[in-house]
C-alpha cells in the first residue's frame, strides 16, 4: 500500500502536503497554547519573541536574559511584533521545507533516482523530530537548511558562495565550524581544476556497488588523493574560501560586537564554549556538572572536555572527509554524543543530512535500519524516564539519570559504528585525470 501511494505522489506533492501538514501544526500549537496546561511552543520561541521585541524597540536582545543567538535572529523575527506573533513560526517551517528540497537537490545531483530521492527526502520531511522542530518555534532548520546550500555550491563549484554562507552559518551557530576541515580538504587541485566544474560521480545501484571499480576508494586512488592534498594545500581556491569565510564571519561578528558589546560576545559565543547546564542534559557529563554546578569552573577545565571530541573528529575527517556528506553526518553525530551539553534540539543537526547517505548504506533499513532506530529511541527514552521523575516528581534519581546518559552515549557510538561498517564509501568528486582517460579511452 505505502508502495502504491508512493507511485501516486512525486516529490513536488510531497513538499506540498508537507507544507499544509507544518501549517496545521502551527495553528494547532495556537489552541494548545491557549487551551491546555502544556505548551506546545517551544521556550526558545518566546526568548526569540522577547528579544526581537527588544531589538524593535531600539534596545539590546540580550536584554532578554538566556537569550544567547545572533542578534540576525532576533532582527529576522521582528515582524513577531508586527505582523503575527507566530510569524517566526512560519519562517522556521519554511526553512525546515527548504532542508528537504536541497535534500532532493544534492541526491539529484548526485545522480540518485528520482524515487530514492522522495524515499529518502521522506526520512526528514515526516520525522517526528524534525516537523516539529520549526512549528514549535526553533530557528535550527535555518541552520540546516544553510548547511545543505554550503554542500550544494561546493558541489557546483561555487567556491566563494559557499564560504560566504559558510562564514555566516557559523557566525549564527558555533558548531558549524568542525566542517572547516574537511571543506578545505575536498576542495582538492585534483577535483577542482583551472576553470573547470567538478565532476561528480555518479551513484550506482545497490546491486551493481560490488561490481562497478569506479565508485569505490581504492588504497591506491587514496594515496593520490593524499599526494593532490599535500602538493597542492595552499592552492588559491582554499585560500579564498578560508578568507571569505573568515571575512563574512568577522564582518557579522564584529558588528554585533559594535551594537551590543561584551554582552553579544559572552552570550552567543563564548557561553556555549563554557556552557555547563546540568537540566535537560542528555550528555555523560550531566551529573559532574550538577554536583558542580557552584563550582566556578577554570575556563581549561571547561574546554578540556572538548579533547575527546577533537580526537574522534580529526580521526573522522581523515578517513572520510572525500564524502562529504557522509563525512559531515558522522561529525555532527559524534559532535552531539560526546558534547558536554546534549539536548533533543541538537538532533535535528544530523537528521538533516541522514537522507543524504541512505542510497549509499548496505545495511537493509527493514531490518538491520529499524533495530538500530528502536536502541537509539529506546535508550532516549529510557533517559527521558529518569528525567521526568527527577524534574517533574521530584525523585532523587541522579544516579539513574546518570547511568541512563552512559546508555545513551552507547547507543549513539553503536550507530555511529554500524553505520560507518555499512557504508559504501564514495567520494562527491571524480578527479579530472580519471575522467580525462576515460575520455581518451572512449576515442580509441
Not at 560586537?257 to 537540566?279: K, N, S
Not at 551539553?341 to 545495511?363: C, D, E, H, N, R
Amino acid at each position: 500500500m505505502f508502495n502504491t501511494l508512493m507511485g501516486e505522489l512525486n516529490f513536488r506533492s510531497l513538499l506540498v502536503l508537507s507544507a499544509f501538514f507544518r501549517i496545521f501544526l502551527i495553528l494547532y500549537g495556537e489552541w494548545q497554547d491557549t487551551h491546555m496546561e502544556v505548551r506546545y511552543t517551544d521556550v526558545d520561541y518566546l526568548v526569540f519573541s522577547d528579544a526581537s521585541s527588544l531589538m524593535a524597540s531600539g534596545k539590546s536582545p540580550y536584554d532578554r536574559l538566556t537569550y544567547r543567538y545572533s542578534p540576525l535572529i532576533a532582527f529576522v523575527l521582528m515582524p513577531n511584533s508586527i505582523i503575527h506573533p507566530s510569524w517566526g513560526k512560519y519562517l522556521f517551517s519554511v526553512s525546515d521545507l527548504l532542508v528537504g528540497f536541497f535534500i532532493h537537490v544534492i541526491l539529484k545531483l548526485r545522480g540518485v533516482p528520482e524515487k530514492l530521492c522522495t524515499y529518502s527526502t521522506i526520512v526528514w520531511l515526516f520525522n517526528p523530530f524534525t516537523f516539529t522542530i520549526g512549528t514549535r518555534g526553533n530557528c535550527e532548520p535555518i541552520i540546516c537548511a544553510m548547511i545543505l546550500w554550503v554542500i550544494i555550491c561546493l558541489m557546483n563549484g561555487r567556491i566563494c558562495q559557499a564560504a560566504f554562507w559558510y562564514g555566516l552559518v557559523v557566525h549564527l551557530r558555533i558548531y558549524p565550524i568542525i566542517y572547516a576541515l574537511p571543506v578545505i580538504l575536498v576542495i582538492d587541485p585534483c577535483y577542482f581544476s583551472s576553470g573547470k566544474k567538478p565532476n561528480l560521480a555518479v551513484w550506482v545501484p545497490r546491486d551493481f556497488m560490488g561490481i562497478t571499480k569506479s565508485s569505490f576508494s581504492t588504497r591506491s586512488d587514496d594515496q593520490k588523493s593524499i599526494q593532490c592534498i599535500l602538493r597542492g594545500l595552499f592552492t588559491w581556491r582554499r585560500l579564498m574560501f578560508g578568507m571569505v569565510s573568515a571575512l563574512v564571519f568577522f564582518l557579522c561578528t564584529g558588528l554585533s560586537y559594535y551594537l551590543y558589546g561584551w554582552q553579544f560576545l559572552h552570550e552567543a559565543l563564548l557561553y556555549h564554549l563554557t556552557r555547563t547546564d546540568p537540566r535537560h542534559n542528555f550528555s555523560i557529563y550531566f551529573y559532574h556538572l550538577y554536583l558542580h554546578y557552584e563550582y566556578d569552573f577554570s575556563v581549561l577545565e571547561k574546554l578540556i572536555s572538548f579533547l575527546p571530541q577533537v580526537l574522534v573528529q580529526l580521526v573522522l575527517v581523515l578517513r572520510f572527509s572525500h564524502d562529504l556528506p557522509f563525512c559531515f553526518f558522522l561529525q555532527t553525530l559524534a559532535f552531539v554524543a560526546f558534547n558536554k551539553v546534549m539536548t533533543a534540539q541538537y538532533f535535528v543537526w544530523f537528521f538533516s543530512l541522514l537522507p543524504l547517505i541512505l542510497p549509499w548504506t548496505k545495511m537493509k533499513l527493514k531490518w538491520q535500519g529499524l533495530a538500530l532506530s528502536l536502541i537509539w529511541i529506546g535508550a532516549q527514552t529510557h533517559w527521558l524516564m529518569w528525567g521526568y521523575l527527577l524534574e517533574f516528581k521530584g525523585k532523587n534519581v541522579f544516579i539513574q539519570l546518570w547511568l541512563a546518559s552512559i546508555m545513551f552515549l552507547a547507543a549513539n557510538t553503536w550507530v555511529l559504528i554500524s553505520i560507518v561498517r555499512y557504508h559504501r564509501y564514495t567520494p562527491v568528486f571524480k578527479r579530472f585525470e580519471h575522467s580525462t582517460s576515460e575520455k581518451t579511452l572512449k576515442h580509441e
